[in-house]
């Protein structure tokens, strides 16, 4: 496992410390520390199969906010546990959102060409080599929480944890309902359903997993659980804002796409202002409910603020 | 967990069981045992999103001879144990199985309109239907393992078994492999990484599962995981030449195709002959390798010399 370094908190410069540099910092070394991983725990490129462990590489690393492993070494620390002992569960649900994305820019599914400001894996791989390695990464992200776990009965249940989320009363069902309902009818039950599923289910299992790889008690467990799902929510509306209010150049991917496709998006159905109103108050509520960590829980409060206010 | 029938042994018929009737009855019965599990395991038709749930079955139910599971559950007998113990391990098998047909079907990969005499799955309910209930089902085996084994840890060893098999250095790499080499010039080598890797990765790995739920000794899981590699190397070739000599009304999918695809296999490299013999030697291996079983292992030595006898 590769190390994790530990805060490196210059008392020099805490007087001119404002929330948005103290943001930056800390999310730029757990960055650093989940890139580690990922790049530790994926496959050498000249392993054969050679183009197979390629496209793995490519769909994971060159780029990404890293924000729901960074979420689950977050909720890890907020409960006081070790970021080292959540590191596998991070790599894993950092695969499993990869995988995600890959299976979901294909030509049958969302057809996306742009990625990370990339091709897109079948772009570049073809869509055989894409669907495989998409296969693959979810297939690792399980691996990985069944073999690394510090033991074996904490392993099973990040597996269950994270197959739930992931799977058909999870994202799969949130991708499957937001294909299936393009240039339907929209309205707040249905967009909440797929943002709920497509989204939410991963970022409520990133910071629950937090938690459950450092043993937090069940309250914990709980504020977690309240904390990831309305984080989650809040980023998917943020993400539909800039979809509409952003460049390809600032967001790396195409954007105005889901007005064009007939996609469900919250500021189609109530319009940019009330869009907004609902996100902040999403990440309001998800701040609210980490109070009781304290101090500890300053990243993960700054996290629910940057998710609505990001620019990319 | 669905209700394991125990063994309808009529003493009355034991004159005339010759071993062709003897297995026909005990796959039959093991069949009908994990046709239950199955069905107990999926998700209902009518849950949402129904679509999604549909196709997931579809994929599943519906016909498959079932070696694999039950595979798993014989495994776990000749080593004494209960295989109630072993069903989840047996589903999630079936699960992974379905799951790799499903994407191999796929028109950026094989390209197949049939699988047990049906349209397959993406020609059914479309490519991004099919897609994401592949996916499904891979999570779902990974789900059920984790939270059906009678304990935690058990759960973490099965899914880490499982997904060794099924992932990149398994049945992915398997995969892969066979796709890019289509067209090339054949070799033995070649074509025992690609048998390796696609087929027998998960037999060994049924075998293996069923030892592994009912805590089998280091010596027997030896066993079982020399008589799966073998077993599934013997299934692959024997598949390989019913694609030359079967048709597709008997096979319930098209045949003659590896020839026109260019696909690297054994008959194509070295003759009907040769192949039959190589599949022959290759069981009587697997039957070797489970000696040590003595009446408890009948059910695998038959298994073995089926899988290179059968009409389909």
Not at 10 to 33: F, I, K, Q
Not at 91 to 102: K, N, R
Not at 283 to 299: I, K, N, P, T
Request: charged share 25%; hydrophobic share 45%.
């Amino acid at each position: 496992m590769p190390p994790v370094r530990s805060s490196a908190h210059n008392p020099a410069h805490a007087a001119r410390d404002d929330s948005a540099t103290w943001l930056e910092r800390e999310l730029a070394r757990r960055r650093s520390v989940v890139e580690s991983a990922l790049e530790h725990w994926l496959p050498a490129e000249d392993e054969p199969p050679a183009r197979l462990h390629e496209a793995m590489r490519y769909a994971v690393l060159g780029g990404g906010k890293r924000l729901r492993p960074i979420l689950v070494l977050a909720a890890a620390e907020a409960c006081g546990g070790s970021p080292e002992a959540a590191l596998p569960a991070a790599a894993a649900v950092e695969f499993v959102h990869c995988y995600s994305l890959v299976h979901d820019d294909l030509p049958s599914m969302d057809d996306d060409d742009l990625r990370r400001g990339r091709p897109t894996c079948h772009r570049a791989y073809g869509e055989a080599l894409a669907i495989l390695a998409g296969d693959a990464l979810l297939t690792l992200a399980f691996d990985l929480l069944a073999s690394q776990a510090p033991d074996k009965g904490l392993g099973a249940v990040l597996v269950g944890e994270l197959a739930q989320a992931a799977g058909h009363r999870g994202m799969v069902a949130g991708q499957v309902t937001d294909i299936l309902s393009e240039g339907t009818e929209p309205s707040a039950e249905l967009i909440d359903y797929i943002h709920r599923h497509k989204t939410a289910a991963l970022f409520r299992a990133a910071a629950r997993l937090g938690g459950l790889a450092v043993t937090a008690n069940p309250k914990r467990l709980q504020a977690l659980t309240t904390y990831g799902e309305r984080l989650g929510l809040a980023f998917q509306i943020a993400d539909d804002i800039l979809d509409v209010t952003s460049s390809p150049t600032e967001l790396g991917k195409a954007t105005r796409k889901d007005l064009g496709r007939g996609k469900l998006t919250y500021p189609g159905l109530v319009g940019l202002p009330r869009a907004r109103q609902a996100a902040d108050r999403l990440a309001e509520e998800a701040v609210a409910s980490v109070q009781e960590f304290g101090e500890r829980g300053r990243l993960l409060v700054e996290l629910a603020r940057f998710a609505v206010t990001r620019k990319s």
